[in-house]
């Protein structure tokens, strides 16, 4: 008799059961999740029928408020009503002040510089704010799934570096989420509207959120979709947009005392809500009173739109900038992503700039929840036969200090995710037993002009002259653009790794700054790094010949070629503490011949060595 099998707890019966996944777009001021329902990605709402939720967190005292509830309470609790906590992800507190925001929190001392508020809940952290949303967000799913959640795709920004990438995933697992993939943005926008429209070429993704803006290139064939260049600035969106708009304000009420945090907060929701005004009116009356700062008057349309033209302007060079890293002009589509898209001016700048009238029917505010929708579907193995691929790229080139402070390359920027990439290095001086790695990002040649990720030790390595050792590098960068680095000595196979998990993020304004300074600095980061490479070999022959030396230098050689020898030590030793790339090249030509005749004379001492009390026949036997 055949024995019954029983399933584990919570197993399916059915192997052929569709599972659950849902797409999640963590957005800075509204955030969505999306699910496929009979074959549609459509967003789920709330008991109340709404869609968009507030990314805002009220925290009290034994409760914590998110959505509307907490936005409702935002003016009258500033300190504890968080709201655009997307922008601090990943961020430090001198990332917060470099950029000059003001904001109606009280920062918590932390021992590390991660930011921290301070609530009547105590200090909390972006990830834990963040989860709070998410937790919100997932309710939905699971009252509609019957509390069953298989997985979920969030959406980042395509800029968010490393760190960025990792709170949001901290964010998520704080939630009890399964994260099935980060995906980009304006990957998702494209997603969405490449399944829609089922059309081919290069598409401008324009996403301006509420606090990020990414501009990306995508090239679309035949289901892939390859982001071919991308950027961006997380601290450009709505919600500088409206902070002008409150600047204005404050300059016309003629108020000069500095803004309490109750002023500031509900200032913001009044510039927001005046700017969603003018999207559809030209004129708008400003009506306020906020203790003792006081307006009376009107704002049009056009004044709002010369308030905001900086931050549009700031917006299209970094379409330009990306359209020559991309190396293409003919754009045959743009898709406009995120709420802020609907103003006037922004559509009017993006259809000028690109020659062609941007896509806009699917909602801008829902587009990046259907995209990261259809590709949870598809991760978590329901369209196990679909043949989309993404192909995201890095945003910044990731290498490796090498000897002399530089920054060697080991995967450039714009290079197609997931990928892996070894490169071979070696020691530098004889009986090297270890290894110091540096993991670096950026785009300049020296170190110092990069910015440091991670450092990381391999020992053990076997005792051998200075470069014949052989050490592989790999660095790998997974779908969600997260970094592992990891270094194996090949003869012994002894190895090391670390997983790239930097405590806060760099700052888009400062990748933005990073990449146009390797643009000038070009030809100065070349001299330098020649000059820095020149230095590199004129120290190694110097170590070299110093050790020569002393082990032989007595034996072998006649006091005249000695002190030769220790006089052009002496030179290069000076002229390599200058800047005359030429003048440290010439001495050690100079050296390297003049050492030929020492060299010479220690190989036949090796070779009379070897052979030693060895008799002829002896030899012939061998």
Avoid at 274 to 279: A, F, G, N, Q, V
Avoid at 419 to 444: C, N, P, W
Wanted: charged letters at 25%; a negative charge.
């Amino acid at each position: 008799m055949a024995l019954l099998q029983i399933t584990e707890p919570g197993q399916r019966v059915d192997p052929h059961q569709r599972k659950v996944a849902a797409g999640i777009d963590l957005g800075t001021t509204n955030s969505l999740i999306a699910s496929v329902r009979d074959g549609i990605a459509q967003t789920l709402p709330d008991s109340q029928g709404q869609h968009l939720l507030p990314s805002v967190v009220q925290f009290k005292e034994k409760s914590t408020l998110v959505g509307q509830s907490a936005l409702d309470s935002a003016e009258e609790d500033p300190l504890n009503t968080i709201l655009s906590v997307k922008r601090m992800m990943g961020r430090g507190i001198d990332d917060i002040e470099r950029l000059g925001e003001r904001l109606p929190y009280d920062f918590a001392n932390t021992e590390n510089g991660m930011v921290k508020i301070n609530t009547v809940a105590g200090d909390k952290s972006p990830i834990e704010i963040s989860s709070e949303i998410l937790k919100e967000l997932v309710g939905r799913a699971h009252r509609s799934f019957s509390g069953h959640l298989d997985g979920v795709v969030i959406t980042v920004p395509a800029y968010f570096d490393d760190a960025q990438r990792q709170a949001t995933r901290d964010a998520a697992r704080l939630a009890g989420l399964t994260v099935l993939r980060l995906l980009n943005e304006p990957t998702a926008a494209a997603v969405a509207y490449g399944l829609d429209s089922g059309y081919e070429g290069l598409v401008a993704v324009y996403d301006l959120g509420g606090g990020t803006f990414d501009i990306s290139i995508l090239r679309l064939t035949r289901g892939v979709f390859e982001v071919v260049a991308t950027g961006g600035n997380s601290a450009l969106g709505g919600d500088d947009f409206d902070k002008c708009i409150a600047e204005w304000i404050i300059t016309e009420s003629g108020y000069k005392q500095d803004l309490s945090p109750r002023q500031l907060r509900s200032l913001i929701l009044k510039a927001r809500a005046l700017k969603e005004l003018l999207s559809d009116n030209d004129v708008a009356d400003v009506d306020v009173s906020i203790d003792g700062l006081y307006f009376l008057g009107q704002l049009t349309r056009n004044h709002m739109n010369e308030l905001v033209a900086n931050l549009i302007t700031d917006s299209m060079n970094a379409c330009r900038r990306v359209l020559r890293d991309a190396d293409e002009t003919e754009i045959s589509n743009v898709v406009m992503v995120g709420g802020s898209t609907r103003m006037h001016a922004v559509r009017q700048a993006v259809t000028d700039f690109f020659g062609v009238e941007p896509l806009v029917n699917i909602d801008p505010d829902q587009v990046i929840a259907i995209g990261a929708a259809e590709q949870a579907n598809i991760l978590v193995g329901n369209k196990p036969q679909d043949e989309m691929l993404l192909l995201d790229v890095l945003p910044l080139s990731l290498g490796i200090e090498t000897m002399g402070g530089l920054a060697e390359k080991i995967i450039q920027r714009n290079t197609s995710i997931p990928i892996s990439k070894s490169q071979e290095y070696t020691t530098y001086k004889d009986g090297q037993t270890a290894m110091l790695f540096h993991v670096v990002q950026g785009e300049r040649e020296l170190v110092s002009d990069c910015r440091s990720l991670a450092s990381f030790e391999l020992r053990g390595i076997p005792a051998m002259v200075a470069g014949a050792a052989r050490i592989e590098v790999t660095f790998q960068v997974d779908a969600d653009g997260l970094l592992s680095v990891s270094a194996r000595e090949l003869t012994t196979g002894i190895n090391t790794s670390v997983m790239i998990k930097p405590s806060y993020g760099l700052s888009e304004l400062e990748i933005s700054d990073m990449l146009r300074a390797s643009i000038d600095f070009a030809e100065d980061d070349v001299k330098v790094r020649s000059l820095a490479e020149a230095r590199v070999e004129a120290m190694s022959l110097i170590d070299a010949l110093e050790l020569a030396l002393g082990q032989d230098g007595d034996r072998l050689l006649q006091p005249d070629d000695l002190a030769s020898l220790e006089e052009g030590i002496s030179i290069l030793r000076k002229v390599s503490r200058t800047n005359d790339i030429n003048a440290i090249n010439d001495e050690v030509r100079t050296l390297s011949v003049t050492s030929e005749k020492f060299a010479a004379l220690r190989m036949d001492s090796a070779v009379r060595s070897a052979f030693s009390g060895l008799h002829i026949d002896q030899l012939q036997e061998d």
